[in-house]
Structure formats: C-alpha cells, structure tokens
C-alpha cells in the first residue's frame, strides 16, 4: 500500500454511500446487527442513505470523514458536534423487515448516546471504521489525526468497548485518556464493559504548538531535501516510474491533490522533495506520523525511476532524515516499513544503522513481508 496515495477529507453528498454504509455497519459488533446481519443489505443501505440524507441525523454526511486510496473510500468516521440534539433514522422510511431493530437500537443505543453528547463541549467521534485488509497498516492513525484536526483544537469524545484493545491503543497513542469506565453502552448489552475517552483541549493546543507547520531544507553532499511547490509535486509525480507497476498513467489532479494533502497534514505527515545540486527534483521523503509523545516518526522514500536509483542518493536521503528528525524535531526513534522483495531499500538501511525488528509475513500489496526497520537517534 502506497500512503502517499491516501487521502482523507470530508464526506460528499455523490460519495458511494452503500460503502459508507457498510463501514458503518461494521463499527460495532452489538448495535447493527440488531438491525440486520447483512452489512450489505439493500434494507440497511435504504436506511443509511435516508439518513445519510438528512440534516440532523447523526450519519448526516456533514459529520462524516473518510479516507481514500487511489480515490475508492476505504475507512470512515463520524465527527458529531457536542451540545446539539441528534436522531437516528427518524426521517427515513423504514422497510419493515427491520422496523423492529430499528427501534430496538435507536432506544437502547442512540438514544443513551444523543442525551449524553448534549452534557458533553466539543467533539464527540464515533463509528471509526477501515477497510479490515488494511488494517494494521496507519490508516486509521491517519484517519484519526484527520479527525482531530478538524476539531480545531476542542474537546474530544469518545466510547470503546474496553475489551478492543487495538483501538484504546490507537486512541491513547493521540493523547486520549480514560476519565470512566461502564457497563452497557454498547448496544444496551449490560455485560460489555466499556470506556469513555477524552482528548482535553489543553492538549491539543499544546499538540499543534509541538507540530507547528514548517518549511523543510536539509542540505547534504550530493541531494537536498525540502517541502515541495506545487509545480515540483507534478514534476515529481510527471517522471514517476515504479518498479513494480507497468501500468502508471500521470494523473496531475491526483498530484494536486496530494499536495494539497501534504500542506493539511504537514504537523505530522511530513512530505520533503529530494533535490540533485542542480535542483532537479528526483525523488521524495516523508516523516510519517510524527508523534512528540513518543519521541518518534516514520519515514517513507522513493525515487521517481531507474535513472535515479542505486546511486547512493536514497542512503543520502535517509541519512539527512535521521538527522533532521534528531536534531530539529528533537526525536529519538525512527521507523520505516520496506517489502521483504526491496533488496535495495534493505541495503539503505543497512547501511543507515536501521535494524529490522519486526516481520509482518504477507502484509504488501504484492504479497511479499512487510519487515519494520528501527534506529535509535
């Protein structure tokens, strides 16, 4: 999976709402299936779209995020503002096959959940859901940074069954903690232990004073590395030429849109140009989820074609990268994910003081291992 190629932004009226529906289906193991089984089903995708329709329904697309790769939605988020009165479903036309699980959740969930969210100030995120073949990959990271930064800085909500480890660790590495713990919010299911979670604004401000946007320029031997102009990410994208796709066709709205995405996330994805001494731009480093936190951030590189590559300029890059990251980002741990197939990424980083610490066996798009690499800064 490319990163470079996910975009997150808000949810549109023409978006594909049945695969919205279906991400939404799949949140909660307790609440939809009360309504029907089938995520798929043409009765819930008829209910969603109703709602999805409707201004004031809590899956309002107003209050939807999602994330998309190679322009398919494959993760979503509802984003719902605190203090105002929500419903669920009370405008749509309800096929009778689900009628009576319609109104057994709205009572037994959405209602609890609406009563709450008036107390509450800010922001209240629910229903995050990826794609379950990327799972495991930073998508939801991505997409839960996303999330927060559209709430400008307020108060944060929100609820986990306490028993879905992976998403409380997700939540607590974006600074969430947990303030109570319950029984029942889950679908009305009283045996389900759960936890409510807050990102308080004070440190959110303290966050994006940490992750101020900056212009990049790391100058080495041979290459520089900086933030990129809009004409330099078409150039870039222009003379692409991957490895392993024969099929790659210039897209220069993609291009654009991937660098307006690299302005909106720059505080924690980080996206740099690599530059020869004649300023021909070659190639590209990003710091990927850069979290001060943790004293850590991850990068990703490529060079646009085989005119570029085994030239020592990637070993460069890396290098000016674990620099940059130490010494002007103050970090002390540096990750980066290479396909077990890449023997000359290996090599990079090799030769960069990277170790591979972990190996996740057929986890590539092409089917090869992902190996995670690592380096004390």
């Given at each position: 999976?490319?990163?470079?190629?996910?975009?997150?932004?808000?949810?549109?009226?023409?978006?594909?709402?049945?695969?919205?529906?279906?991400?939404?289906?799949?949140?909660?193991?307790?609440?939809?299936?009360?309504?029907?089984?089938?995520?798929?089903?043409?009765?819930?995708?008829?209910?969603?779209?109703?709602?999805?329709?409707?201004?004031?329904?809590?899956?309002?697309?107003?209050?939807?995020?999602?994330?998309?790769?190679?322009?398919?939605?494959?993760?979503?988020?509802?984003?719902?503002?605190?203090?105002?009165?929500?419903?669920?479903?009370?405008?749509?036309?309800?096929?009778?096959?689900?009628?009576?699980?319609?109104?057994?959740?709205?009572k037994k969930y959405f209602e609890p959940l609406f009563k709450e969210n008036i107390k509450y100030r800010g922001y209240n995120i629910t229903n995050i859901c990826i794609e379950p073949t990327l799972r495991g990959r930073g998508c939801g990271s991505i997409l839960l940074d996303y999330c927060i930064e559209s709430c400008n800085?307020?108060?944060?909500?929100?609820?986990?069954?306490?028993?879905?480890?992976?998403?409380?660790?997700?939540?607590?590495?974006?600074?969430?903690?947990?303030?109570?713990?319950?029984?029942?919010?889950?679908?009305?299911?009283?045996?389900?232990?759960?936890?409510?979670?807050?990102?308080?604004?004070?440190?959110?401000?303290?966050?994006?004073?940490?992750?101020?946007a900056k212009m990049i320029d790391i100058h080495g031997k041979s290459i520089s590395l900086r933030t990129m102009t809009q004409k330099e990410m078409r150039a870039l994208w222009r003379k692409y030429e991957p490895e392993n796709e024969s099929d790659y066709t210039y897209n220069e709205e993609e291009a654009d849109r991937l660098y307006a995405q690299s302005l909106e996330h720059s505080e924690w994805n980080a996206v740099t140009g690599i530059f020869t001494k004649t300023d021909e731009i070659i190639g590209s480093l990003t710091f990927e989820r850069i979290v001060y936190s943790e004293n850590r951030c991850d990068i990703s590189l490529f060079l646009a074609n085989e005119g570029y590559r085994g030239k020592g300029y990637g070993t460069e890059a890396v290098m000016l990268a674990k620099k940059y990251a130490k010494e002007t980002l103050g970090l002390k741990r540096i990750y980066?994910?290479?396909?077990?197939?890449?023997?000359?990424?290996?090599?990079?980083?090799?030769?960069?003081?990277?170790?591979?610490?972990?190996?996740?066996?057929?986890?590539?798009?092409d089917g090869s291992d992902r190996l995670v690499y690592f380096a004390l800064l």
């Open positions: 999976m490319n990163k470079q190629k996910l975009i997150c932004r808000a949810a549109r009226i023409e978006d594909d709402i049945a695969g919205i529906a279906k991400y939404v289906h799949l949140t909660d193991p307790y609440i939809y299936p009360e309504i029907t089984r089938d995520c798929e089903s043409a009765d819930w995708v008829a209910l969603f779209t109703d709602c999805y329709e409707t201004k004031g329904d809590i899956f309002y697309y107003e209050n939807i995020k999602v994330i998309e790769l190679e322009g398919k939605i494959v993760g979503i988020a509802c984003v719902i503002p605190c203090g105002k009165r929500f419903t669920f479903a009370e405008s749509a036309v309800i096929p009778m096959s689900i009628e009576q699980g319609v109104a057994l959740t709205r800085g307020a108060e944060i909500h929100l609820d986990v069954i306490k028993s879905n480890t992976a998403a409380i660790a997700l939540y607590k590495k974006h600074g969430f903690e947990i303030r109570t713990e319950y029984f029942g919010f889950s679908g009305g299911n009283e045996m389900v232990l759960c936890h409510h979670m807050i990102l308080a604004e004070s440190k959110q401000q303290s966050k994006k004073q940490e992750g101020e980066a994910d290479v396909s077990s197939n890449n023997a000359r990424m290996k090599a990079v980083m090799k030769k960069c003081g990277f170790q591979n610490t972990k190996t996740y066996k057929g986890d590539m798009p």
